[in-house]
């Protein structure tokens, strides 16, 4: 079965019923998107009108397969999803675990992988021993609040940032951060590092709890396809 991020509520998407109903996918923008038409690609799924470089549409359509895909801010892709703007969504699971949508994720995708950690200077991993009041600067405020609160049960002050997060313990600012970790290069080049780890991330397959009703025959090969792919 899927997993999906709240229970199941009446939901607010409008379905429309009909043979040539497109699928409408929301691509979180950059890397994923093109890494995502890369992998389609390999599953005879193609859509020339992305491929134009000066192109200013925001809707790309392939006609014959009746698919239209969309590019979108990464947090915004779980909200395009959870209302039934788009049936299918592929973004990073932080985006994911921060928006707690409505919505099932079916699929790791396996590119873009990278982990949740708690950074800061050596110095701070005192701190986290002790269950001290410390100030935690992070684009993920849930999540940060999630693992302190939940996991940790350290009570903490949590400062959103929404970039450059890295500053937070170099300006005073923060004592730690929570942030994604991939090669480690920016913390290692702000002499800080790794104090936790909080969880992997990676591209993932989100979908429309209603459309994985209406549509669940074209739902399940296309998730059927990509993980033979995978
Ligand atoms: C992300 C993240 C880290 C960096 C980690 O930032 O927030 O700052 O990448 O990558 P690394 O471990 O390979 O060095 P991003 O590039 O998205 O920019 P931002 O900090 O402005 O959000």
């Given at each position: 079965?899927?997993?999906?991020?709240?229970?199941?509520?009446?939901?607010?998407?409008?379905?429309?019923?009909?043979?040539?109903?497109?699928?409408?996918?929301?691509?979180?923008?950059?890397?994923?998107?093109?890494?995502?038409?890369?992998?389609?690609?390999?599953?005879?799924?193609?859509?020339?009108?992305?491929?134009?470089?000066?192109?200013?549409?925001?809707?790309?359509v392939n006609e014959?397969?009746?698919?239209?895909?969309?590019?979108?801010?990464?947090?915004?892709?779980?909200?395009?999803?959870?209302?039934?703007?788009?049936?299918?969504?592929?973004?990073?699971?932080?985006?994911?675990?921060?928006?707690?949508?409505?919505?099932?994720?079916?699929?790791?995708?396996?590119?873009?992988k990278c982990r949740?950690?708690?950074?800061?200077?050596?110095?701070?991993?005192?701190?986290?021993?002790?269950?001290?009041?410390?100030?935690?600067?992070?684009?993920?405020?849930?999540i940060a609040k999630?693992?302190?609160?939940?996991?940790?049960?350290?009570?903490?002050?949590?400062?959103?940032?929404?970039?450059?997060?890295?500053?937070?313990?170099?300006?005073?600012?923060?004592?730690?951060?929570?942030?994604?970790?991939?090669?480690?290069?920016?913390?290692?080049?702000?002499?800080?590092?790794?104090?936790?780890?909080?969880?992997?991330?990676?591209?993932?397959?989100?979908?429309?709890?209603?459309?994985?009703?209406?549509?669940?025959?074209?739902?399940?090969?296309?998730?059927?396809?990509?993980?033979?792919?995978?």
């Amino acid at each position: 079965m899927w997993s999906c991020c709240l229970p199941i509520k009446k939901t607010e998407s409008v379905i429309i019923m009909s043979d040539d109903r497109y699928l409408t996918f929301a691509l979180g923008k950059g890397r994923l998107a093109n890494k995502t038409m890369e992998l389609f690609e390999k599953i005879g799924i193609t859509c020339e009108e992305m491929k134009e470089k000066d192109s200013r549409k925001l809707i790309f359509v392939n006609e014959e397969m009746k698919f239209k895909f969309f590019l979108a801010k990464g947090p915004d892709v779980p909200t395009y999803v959870e209302y039934g703007a788009a049936d299918i969504g592929v973004v990073g699971k932080d985006t994911i675990m921060e928006e707690n949508r409505r919505v099932y994720e079916v699929l790791d995708l396996g590119y873009g992988k990278c982990r949740m950690c708690v950074c800061g200077p050596e110095s701070a991993r005192e701190l986290l021993k002790h269950h001290e009041m410390i100030r935690v600067a992070s684009k993920y405020p849930n999540i940060a609040k999630d693992y302190f609160y939940n996991k940790k049960h350290q009570t903490v002050d949590i400062i959103k940032l929404n970039g450059s997060v890295e500053l937070g313990p170099i300006v005073k600012l923060s004592d730690v951060i929570v942030d994604i970790v991939e090669t480690g290069s920016t913390l290692k080049e702000n002499g800080l590092g790794v104090l936790e780890e909080i969880c992997p991330l990676s591209a993932r397959m989100i979908v429309n709890q209603v459309s994985m009703q209406m549509e669940p025959e074209r739902i399940k090969k296309l998730i059927h396809d990509l993980k033979a792919c995978l």
